[in-house]
């Protein structure tokens, strides 16, 4: 395994690889002393990956303490505890994968950092594990679509966004005339917490901005999205949990660190770094509601569209079951002429009985009567269907005024 050594001072700085005879040479050596007795330096040591062989030579060469190593293989909770007068830090990181999107899921990947920092009164040395958080699939709730999924075959480790972390620190230690380079390995120690804290705030913009988009969606088709709008953001809510478990795991582990070293510089530092955890747990609190609230507005806009679904189901209903009425109502009366008239009684001579059937145009006069009934019949239900019209507008009007 390769590790990444950095030796810096006030004046310079310097960064290398060590494997294979190098890294056992530095692994069984001793670091030369400085030109500067009073300016002694500070040397950073990071390993990629967990391999038991170089995190036991680790715990030879530095003694880190057996409970420390101990959660470095068991991958705790966010914590910082003092074993003697020296330091340890185990942080659960939240990194986000790409470019935040309105339009995309967002795509969230853990990894687990563990930190050895050497106490007073040298504060010289600090040591830095990183590896995929093994807790991190288990428990994170996983929105999967095609599209994720293609994405997702160019993640192949935990190891790209790691490489991010400690480029960022050596940036922030190779700048020029960088106060960094000027305090002890305790305030890279919380340049630790500050890039982790920046991850959870780039992952908390980045749900903001993704909610944002799903946000218009529902507001575009309203009970038309797909089913797969309801499925993210409900997934979402439950990510969020954990990022909120996260920020408030972080909180948590700078207040211990700020009751375990008391310097006013130190606290300081501490203070501004968990202002913006502040920031990131309250935003992750309003984006939890801002879930809640849009699953509730797009359950009274579907239960609105299966009411105004049904309602119109009704009314179609209604006004077939109205036009049979009208048309049986209008017919019966001839239905029942054409019945009485059509009933062959005759006299005793063989005439036909109804006097009626023996006019000379009866045929004719029939029809006429027929034609007629049919007309004002028909006038008549138009107006008392458009009156009843009037009156279903009329109401529908005032109980819209009513209405706030």
């Not at 960064?15 to 692994?27: D, M, N, Q, R, V």
């Not at 590896?131 to 996983?142: A, H, I, L, N």
């Not at 305090?183 to 890279?188: G, H, K, S, T």
């Not at 009366?333 to 005759?346: I, K, S, T």
């Amino acid at each position: 395994q390769e590790l990444k050594v950095v030796d810096y001072d006030a004046r310079e700085h310097q960064a290398t690889c060590l494997a294979g005879a190098k890294l056992h040479e530095f692994l069984f050596g001793h670091r030369p002393r400085p030109r500067d007795p009073e300016c002694p330096g500070v040397r950073w040591v990071h390993a990629d990956g967990l391999q038991m062989q170089t995190l036991l030579s680790l715990t030879v060469k530095y003694s880190l303490h057996p409970l420390a190593v101990e959660d470095v293989i068991q991958q705790v909770n966010t914590k910082i505890d003092c074993h003697g007068s020296h330091y340890f830090a185990a942080i659960e990181q939240l990194c986000l994968i790409g470019e935040p999107s309105t339009t995309r899921p967002v795509r969230v990947q853990g990894l687990h950092i563990s930190a050895f920092c050497s106490g007073p009164p040298n504060l010289d040395t600090l040591v830095t594990l990183t590896q995929p958080d093994g807790s991190f699939d288990k428990s994170w709730p996983e929105y999967r679509t095609l599209e994720r999924d293609e994405d997702a075959l160019s993640v192949t480790s935990g190891y790209e966004e790691t490489l991010s972390l400690v480029e960022r620190l050596r940036r922030r230690i190779q700048q020029p005339r960088s106060r960094l380079r000027e305090r002890p390995a305790n305030f890279l120690l919380l340049q630790v917490f500050d890039i982790c804290s920046d991850d959870l705030l780039s992952v908390t913009n980045a749900y903001s901005l993704r909610l944002g988009g799903l946000e218009v969606q529902l507001r575009d088709a309203g009970a038309a999205v797909p089913p797969s709008w309801l499925d993210e953001l409900s997934t979402i809510r439950l990510q969020l949990a954990i990022v909120l478990r996260r920020v408030r795991g972080m909180l948590r582990a700078l207040r211990q660190l700020d009751s375990l070293d008391t310097s006013a510089d130190m606290s300081g530092y501490i203070r501004d770094i968990a202002d913006h955890l502040d920031e990131a747990f309250d935003d992750n609190g309003m984006l939890v509601e801002k879930c809640g609230v849009l699953i509730g507005s797009y359950e009274r806009i579907l239960e609105r569209t299966q009411d105004e679904a049904r309602q119109f189901a009704t009314d179609r209903l209604n006004n077939t079951l109205f036009v049979l009425t009208v048309i049986t109502t209008i017919l019966m009366p001839l239905q029942l002429l054409a019945g009485v008239y059509g009933m062959n009684f005759v006299d005793a001579q063989g005439m036909v009985s109804i006097p009626e059937l023996r006019w000379k145009n009866g045929y004719a006069y029939f029809w006429a009567f027929s034609v007629a009934y049919l007309v004002v019949s028909c006038a008549f239900a138009f107006r008392l269907y458009a009156r009843q019209q009037r009156a279903v507008q009329r109401i529908s009007a005032a109980g819209a005024n009513r209405a706030p």
